[in-house]
């Protein structure tokens, strides 16, 4: 992990929903009654400077620092707590805002995607396509399927079609700061299985291997005719993306879209907060970074003149 955790809390009864709407965007009282009643076990809220993670509920089950900065903790600002959203307020259908050819019927050019199959198989517009396989006059890939009705289709085996592994298929659009969720909705055929929707910094999108370079990545499932699968992914600025999917297909199978929607919420930086600190995950293995701390042992982001830190495990003069 690299990041910062703000609270961290053990209950011993499954919380309703309700508890976890009161509870969730805000610190604990450890002494309320309904608090105690749910059996919290373990309550760190990391308010503190330095030492050992103190527990603050009832069981003393305090935490020990291991793998942090050479001389103890880096105890940052904390950006408040939490960020759990409960409502969909807020959320746009911004499809037609940033995608293009996204929805039944799927405009294509003339160009037949298999000949064999005359009138059927049809090269999509506005997609972006990477690693179809081309074999004679068929080339195997998403293309417009006028048999499905003009959906996006994805098949091997059938017709010809070959198997398809990282096969690309995305469009490349800049998005601003915001909440977003792709939904695709299937067609007639759901037969994914192995395939994920990928959204991604640039204008690529990564292999399978590499889904973790990716903003977000979902492997796709059938949900059968209309079913759906959904894609969440944040921006904190406006960026370019890559958007689509990353197919994987082997023998006679056959997925069909209706449907690609985007949708954005609003997106809301949260502040640090005076008096209250989160903890970093460990960064002794990060030596490369150049991560600085005092000599308090806290993560130092802007420096002194003259002043000494510890960097690398060793103490340096900025």
Same mark, same amino acid.
């Given at each position: 992990?690299?990041?910062? *955790?703000?609270?961290?809390?053990?209950?011993?009864?499954?919380?309703?929903?309700?508890? =976890?709407?009161?509870?969730?965007?805000?610190? +604990?009282?450890?002494?309320?009654?309904?608090?105690?009643?749910?059996?919290?076990?373990?309550?760190?809220?990391?308010?503190?400077?330095?030492? /050992?993670?103190?527990?603050?509920?009832?069981?003393?089950?305090?935490? !020990?620092?291991?793998?942090?900065?050479?001389?103890?903790?880096?105890?940052?600002?904390?950006?408040?707590?939490?960020?759990?959203?409960?409502? /969909?307020?807020?959320?746009?259908?911004?499809?037609?805002?940033?995608?293009?050819?996204?929805?039944?019927?799927?405009?294509?050019?003339?160009?037949?995607?298999?000949?064999?199959?005359?009138?059927?198989?049809?090269?999509?517009?506005?997609?972006? =396509?990477? /690693?179809?396989?081309?074999?004679?006059?068929?080339?195997?890939?998403?293309?417009?399927?006028?048999?499905?009705?003009?959906?996006?289709?994805?098949? !091997?085996?059938?017709?010809?079609?070959?198997? =398809?592994?990282?096969?690309?298929?995305?469009?490349?659009?800049? +998005?601003?700061?915001?909440?977003?969720?792709?939904?695709?909705?299937?067609?007639?055929?759901?037969?994914?299985?192995?395939?994920?929707?990928?959204?991604?910094?640039?204008?690529?999108?990564?292999?399978?291997?590499?889904?973790?370079?990716?903003?977000?990545?979902?492997?796709?499932?059938?949900?059968?005719?209309?079913?759906?699968?959904?894609?969440?992914?944040?921006?904190?600025?406006?960026?370019?993306?890559?958007?689509?999917?990353?197919? /994987?297909? !082997?023998?006679? #199978?056959?997925?069909?879209?209706?449907?690609?929607?985007?949708?954005?919420?609003?997106?809301?930086?949260?502040?640090?907060?005076?008096? +209250? !600190?989160? *903890?970093?995950?460990?960064?002794?293995?990060?030596?490369?970074?150049?991560?600085?701390?005092?000599?308090?042992?806290? #993560?130092?982001?802007?420096?002194?003149?003259?002043?000494?830190? *510890?960097?690398?495990?060793?103490?340096?003069?900025?």
């Amino acid at each position: 992990m690299s990041g910062q *955790i703000d609270e961290f809390r053990v209950w011993g009864t499954p919380l309703t929903q309700e508890q =976890l709407q009161t509870w969730g965007n805000e610190p +604990l009282d450890v002494n309320a009654a309904d608090v105690k009643a749910a059996d919290l076990r373990v309550y760190y809220d990391f308010n503190q400077n330095s030492g /050992n993670v103190q527990d603050r509920g009832a069981n003393a089950n305090h935490g !020990t620092r291991l793998g942090f900065g050479p001389d103890g903790d880096a105890w940052p600002l904390s950006k408040g707590v939490f960020s759990l959203n409960f409502s /969909n307020k807020g959320t746009a259908d911004v499809t037609r805002t940033y995608l293009a050819n996204a929805k039944n019927q799927f405009r294509h050019t003339n160009v037949q995607m298999n000949d064999a199959k005359n009138g059927r198989w049809y090269e999509l517009k506005d997609w972006k =396509l990477e /690693n179809e396989v081309k074999n004679g006059k068929v080339t195997t890939g998403a293309c417009f399927d006028a048999v499905k009705n003009g959906n996006f289709t994805v098949a !091997t085996g059938w017709d010809g079609f070959a198997d =398809l592994k990282d096969h690309k298929v995305y469009q490349v659009v800049k +998005l601003p700061a915001g909440l977003y969720s792709l939904t695709v909705t299937y067609g007639q055929h759901d037969q994914a299985d192995g395939s994920f929707l990928v959204v991604a910094a640039g204008n690529k999108l990564p292999d399978t291997d590499n889904l973790s370079t990716a903003i977000a990545s979902q492997r796709m499932e059938g949900k059968a005719n209309g079913g759906t699968n959904t894609l969440h992914f944040t921006l904190d600025k406006e960026t370019e993306v890559a958007i689509g999917m990353v197919v /994987n297909m !082997t023998g006679q #199978r056959i997925f069909c879209i209706t449907d690609f929607m985007l949708t954005k919420g609003d997106f809301e930086e949260l502040q640090g907060v005076n008096k +209250l !600190t989160g *903890i970093l995950a460990p960064q002794r293995f990060n030596a490369e970074q150049g991560t600085l701390f005092d000599l308090s042992g806290r #993560r130092v982001f802007e420096t002194r003149p003259g002043n000494i830190y *510890i960097e690398n495990g060793r103490r340096v003069v900025k």
